[in-house]
């Protein structure tokens, strides 16, 4: 069958508080997102693996606090007290800031900054900070003293709603089938649904046939290590 030309197109996720689906892998992350002005000290940390929700829930609580939402690694070189003009600041992928000294200190002085209004922070990574290789002590020791929310590993429920939302973000309407069949086959993970949704997605595309249960047989195939 002939390949069309495919362009990345890009995605639009939803992202409201009514399209954020609740299980057990994630209820008590949104009940803690939910009570943000009872956090102590005005500050979370909210981890889980790639996929799970982190950047959902941050855009969740921003459209409740009126924060910012920004990540980390663009805090470097920036003057941190507009930023924290906001009162309430989503700080994403802190992680990744590790080593790098002028991120670091823009976080730290962020951080003094809405402590000192009594304003909210809310950091997202997907390690515990306990595993951040912070090197400034200062900002370490106040990130360790925040509480944690985690977002577990998928359940089916959770998972199901997850490509139903992905296949939506990229207005693709699927037969229920379709899910039931990826349930089965595909790997327990957010990321390994993110990966085939947008796989279906091109190679619907690329042959212009319709995203179903043959057609994700064929990706699955396609992806499983073959024996040496």
């Not at 590790?98 to 922070?121: D, I, K, T």
Request: aromatic fraction near 6%.
């Amino acid at each position: 069958m002939p390949r069309q030309l495919i362009f990345d197109l890009p995605v639009r996720p939803a992202r409201g508080r009514e399209d954020f689906f609740v299980s057990p892998a994630n209820e008590m992350a949104v009940a803690q997102i939910d009570a943000w002005r009872d956090w102590p000290q005005g500050k979370l940390v909210l981890t889980g693996p790639k996929g799970a929700g982190k950047t959902h829930l941050a855009h969740v609580w921003a459209g409740q606090s009126g924060a910012a939402v920004i990540e980390a690694a663009a805090l470097e070189g920036t003057d941190p007290y507009p930023i924290a003009g906001c009162g309430a600041v989503a700080v994403e992928n802190v992680e990744r800031i590790a080593g790098n000294r002028a991120a670091e200190e823009a976080l730290f002085h962020l951080h003094n900054l809405l402590q000192a209004s009594c304003g909210a922070l809310l950091f997202t990574a997907r390690a515990r900070p306990r595993d951040w290789p912070l090197a400034l002590p200062d900002l370490r020791s106040r990130v360790m003293a925040a509480s944690t929310a985690q977002v577990a590993p998928p359940d089916d429920s959770l998972l199901a709603a997850l490509l139903v939302k992905l296949f939506t973000d990229r207005q693709l309407a699927v037969d229920p089938g379709l899910i039931t069949y990826l349930l089965g086959r595909m790997d327990r993970s957010f990321a390994e649904a993110q990966a085939i949704v947008a796989a279906l997605d091109r190679e619907a595309l690329a042959t212009g046939r319709k995203p179903g249960i043959r057609l994700a047989a064929e990706l699955l195939d396609m992806r499983t290590p073959r024996p040496a």
